[in-house]
């Protein structure tokens, strides 16, 4: 199946998922002179962005542009030359010609100036529209048909199926998290039809179930630590160590610190090497050494008791008393030595499952770096393109999912514009 070129002097072209990689492929596709429509399964634009951006719009991140690729793991190689083409800076530089200033935080990540997501939205929403861009909202894309020997594109709408004929197509349907604002990841099952080689979709900057006692679920459920450090060592035997907060939930754990390690850990889960446990180590005092616990530990005790040592000595939450004796079940508190490893290196429970990928904030996998061409044109469906997760790529949060999205979204509008321009010579 393939899209064909019309003899209309004006192609008609077709942007289909209205978030970030979408609106971004429809505004690069605009400013060739090009008409381009944007159809969206939703009431609004956006949604996801919209959400996302509730307790503060974390648009990209300023570290180091090295350490900044990197991020994006395995997809690294892959993402490079369009990240280069549309780095942070030029996204913040992108931002800043809306009208909207940004600054950065002071852990290196890039906030609009308000921290609000929906200013920045609707600047954009008025550019694109100005540029001749049209918005079909309630338009959920239901697959192809073939009528009169031509490929036809099927959408439910409230007022029915429509049929719809382009002569170029950006697909940015998003992955298969947060599926109640659009992206359902229902759109697999129809490229594979079509040839189109797909990763599994993953839950990734996900929560994990852990095997809790009743009594951690009902008495610390919900309980934030803070201040601590969590480490893995991979399937491929590199470690990996990251510092901040997570929360122990009645499930098992969640918050940006899992999220930071949901990746590895999931692999090592999906793995199934009994030699490669997947198990988080906690370091209840990542800015002490082992040496400067053992020594508060071996101070006089004065009749306290150990969960007053833990925390009136080393300032430790009442919490952390209770998943020693959890996780540490053999550990001799009268032991300064085995107490101060266990601090610094508690063995969490490995995790049973992953939370759904519907509650997870990104997915992973998706269309493979072998089924498109570097202008994110499928080899399986010339003149279909696509942009944003549903690509076969991952990141943690910081910045880094959007600034991916909006850069493969440049990608493939300035893929179309190429590819059209090649066909009509």
Known sequence: MSISISSSASPRIAVIGAGPAGLMAAERIARQGLAVEVFDAMPSVARKFLLAGVGG????????????????????HWLRPMLDDFTPDNLRSWIHELGIETFVGTS??????????????????????????SIHPRHH????????????????????????????????????????????????????????????????????????????????GGT???????????????????????????????GSLVYALSAPLRDLMLSNQSDKPARLSLDWLPQNSHEQVLSKLQQPRKGMSFANILRKKLNLPAITNALLKECCPELDLHD???????LKSMPLPCPTATRPIAEAISSAGGVTQNAVNEGLMLSALPGVFVAGEMLDWEAPTGGYLLTACFASGKRAGDGVCNWLASHSE
Not at 57 to 76: K, L, P, Q, W
Not at 161 to 177: C, P, R, T
Not at 336 to 342: F, G, N, P, R
């Open 224 to 254: 934030p630590l803070k201040n601590i450090a969590l480490s893995l060592t991979d399937i491929h035997g590199q470690p990996w160590c990251r510092k901040g907060e997570f929360i122990v939930s009645q499930y098992g754990i969640e």
């Open 336 to 342: 300064h030595q085995a107490v101060a490893s266990a």
């Open 108 to 133: 290196n990540r890039v906030f609009p100036k308000d921290m609000k997501a929906a200013p920045l939205l609707r600047a954009w929403l008025h550019r694109l529209r100005s540029q001749g861009v």
């Open 57 to 76: 719009m974390n648009i990209t991140h300023a570290e180091d542009y090295a350490d900044f690729v990197s991020r994006y793991g395995n997809a690294s």
């Open 141 to 220: 894309w239901q697959g192809w048909q073939m009528e009169n020997g031509k490929q036809i594109w099927c959408f439910s709408t409230p007022e029915g199926e429509k049929h719809q004929q382009f002569d170029a197509v950006v697909l940015a349907l998003g992955g298969a998290s947060w599926p109640r604002l659009g992206s359902d990841g229902q759109w697999c099952d129809l490229l594979t039809q079509q040839g189109v080689s797909i990763a599994p979709l993953l839950p990734s900057n996900c929560g994990f179930e852990l095997p809790w006692s009743n009594f951690i679920r009902e008495r610390f």
